[in-house]
T-cell receptor, first 113, second 111 residues
Framework: DVKVTQSSRYLVKRTGEKVFLECVQD?????MFWYRQDPGLGLRLIYF???????EKGDIPEGYSVSREKKERFSLILESASTNQTSMYLC????????????FGPGTRLTVL | EDQVTQSPEALRLQEGESSSLNCSYT??????LFWYRQDPGKGPEFLFT???AGEEKEKERLKATLTKKESFLHITAPKPEDSATYLC????????????FGQGTTLQVKP
């Protein structure tokens, strides 16, 4: 089975802190994605990556950056956390660029105070 | 612009009462329509992929169908453990690698 793990289930940070969210997949997938999920807004794509050291902006990249130094690991960085970044963050991976389903991690519930 | 609309937003059923969830989509060159199940506080769990109109897939009490404009997730004789939010997503040719998600339908099945 595909396994996508995220470093924390729950995280509480203060405004202005730098926040790192880590995601690791164990199925050698090329593609990895970061979403945030908010009530009434659904899942929104923040950034995605098709390969190591490669990244592309999603629909809401402002306030975020990403890093992919190894194929299995994709990190989401909040350079200076703000309260409006309080959300559920979901990482996903998939094996091919075109078609094929994405497999999601358990999510990180981030609260910024 | 690619778009996905799910209805209803919420659905309450009695155990054994069959029903359907709707996913209407607008996409340039459908590359796949995906159904996910999401339990509270967890990540979405993949259920089905449909690629072309007329295609159907089944898993236990769930059956997904696809037309050129919409997909249905039919739930036959649901049980309380089927309670969850069901998400629909599409991938179009103009958004290679990206999924466009609907808002989801939250299903509650009462015993």
């Amino acid at each position: 089975d595909v396994k996508v793990t995220q470093s924390s289930r729950y995280l509480v940070k203060r405004t202005g802190e730098k926040v790192f969210l880590e995601c690791v997949q164990d199925m050698d997938h090329e593609n990895m994605f970061w979403y945030r999920q908010d009530p009434g807004l659904g899942l929104r794509l923040i950034y995605f990556s098709y390969d190591v050291k490669m990244k592309e902006k999603g629909d809401i990249p402002e306030g975020y950056s990403v890093s992919r130094e190894k194929k299995e690991r994709f990190s989401l960085i909040l350079e200076s956390a703000s309260t409006n970044q309080t959300s559920m963050y979901l990482c996903a991976s998939s094996p091919l660029v075109i078609a094929n389903e994405q497999f999601f991690g358990p999510g990180t519930r981030l609260t910024v105070l | 612009e690619d778009q996905v609309t799910q209805s209803p937003e919420a659905l309450r059923l009695q155990e054994g009462e069959s029903s359907s969830l709707n996913c209407s989509y607008t996409v340039s060159g459908l590359r796949g329509l995906f159904w996910y199940r999401q339990d509270p506080g967890k990540g979405p769990e993949f259920l089905f992929t449909l690629y072309s109109a007329g295609e159907e897939k089944e898993k236990e009490r769930l059956k997904a169908t696809l037309t050129k404009k919409e997909s249905f997730l039919h739930i036959t004789a649901p049980k309380p453990e089927d309670s969850a939010t069901y998400l629909c997503a599409v991938r179009g040719s103009s958004n290679t690698g990206k999924l466009i998600f609907g808002q989801g339908t939250t299903l509650q099945v009462k015993p």
